[in-house]
């Protein structure tokens, strides 16, 4: 009778609450080598990837990670609606749950981001005020970096301010402050964590000559002549495969303007294996490049899935385009 209950319980249980599918979680080390070891070995710091802790809690990621990857830059968790929703009033779970994954498995942080004109609370983006907008930021990026202060490799303190055209993107912080703004960033995050560097990024840097390139050139060479600690330069790569060919000379242009630079959140959509070879080749060429971020795990879990634009499948295995590079990093 017993026993009878307990099916009916169980059968009832299972109908109420249905098992979602299974994610594979297959062998902990999923490439056959480390793609961060073979960059390292090319004399750069890192070979990374973003993720945060839903992310790393789901099948094989946390594992691939581990085995794989140098370096993780929290997807979403240290972005300003995450962490100052409300003024004042912080959270950090997510990306103190990432900082602490990182830390313990050794592998370098990209904090992410603290001046962007997306993912900000209305309560920022409504300041009409120069000094409350000013104290609003500084009080955001003190807290902020301040928290992981000595355990972050480099901090994206500004994101996308420019517009395709090379000039500033219309934003709360540019329409109130000019580009006054990115000084007092800059000077903020090195008061709270002088050690990190201090990195501008943006997407769409992918061809030297165009305008939004040029313009992030030219800019940063003129704030860095000015004073204002600025360490890199970031090109996230959102590419699709017939940008590839282009990044080994948006590259040196772009990291000749600064102490050093990063390809900061690379995809690839329907890119082939000399595709990626092309990228990767663009960071190594440039001594001062420092490293590779590729932005996610596996091609599903992509922010624009369309195109497979990462190196593992879905099944989470290393894809064609990962043991390409590999060997030809060898
Ligand atoms: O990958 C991120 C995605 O999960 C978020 O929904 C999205 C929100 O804007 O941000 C994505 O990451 C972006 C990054 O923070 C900045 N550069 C562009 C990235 C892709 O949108």
Known sequence: MKFVLAS??????????????????????????????????????????????????AGSNAAIIKANFGQVTPENSMKWDSTEASKGSF??????????????NNKLIRGHTTVWHSQLPGWVSSIRDKTQLTEAMKNHIT??????????????????IFDENGGFRSSVFYNVLGQDFVKIAFETAKAADPDAKLYIN????????????????????????AGVPIDGIGSQSHLNGNQAAGTAAAMAALCAAAPECGITELDIQSGSNQNWIDVV?????????????VWGVRDPDSWRPSGNPLLFDSSYKAKANYNAIVQALS
């Open 143 to 160: 807290t902020v970096i301040g928290r992981y202060k000595g355990k972050i490799y480099a901090w994206d303190v500004v994101n996308e």
């Open 202 to 225: 943006d997407y769409n840097l992918d061809t030297a000559t165009y305008a939004k390139t040029q313009g992030m050139i030219k800019n940063v060479k003129a704030w860095i002549a």
């Open 281 to 293: 080749n663009a960071c190594v060429k440039v001594s001062n490049c420092v490293g590779i971020t």
């Open 91 to 104: 959270k950090f779970d997510g990306a103190d749950y990432l900082v602490k994954f990182a830390t313990e």
């Open 8 to 57: 009916v319980l169980c059968t009832a249980l299972v109908s109420a609450f249905p098992m979602a599918d299974p994610e594979p979680v297959l062998d902990w080390r999923q490439a056959a080598e480390s793609i961060n070891d073979k960059f390292v070995a090319k004399g750069k710091k890192y070979f990374g990837t973003c993720a945060d802790q839903s992310r790393l809690g």
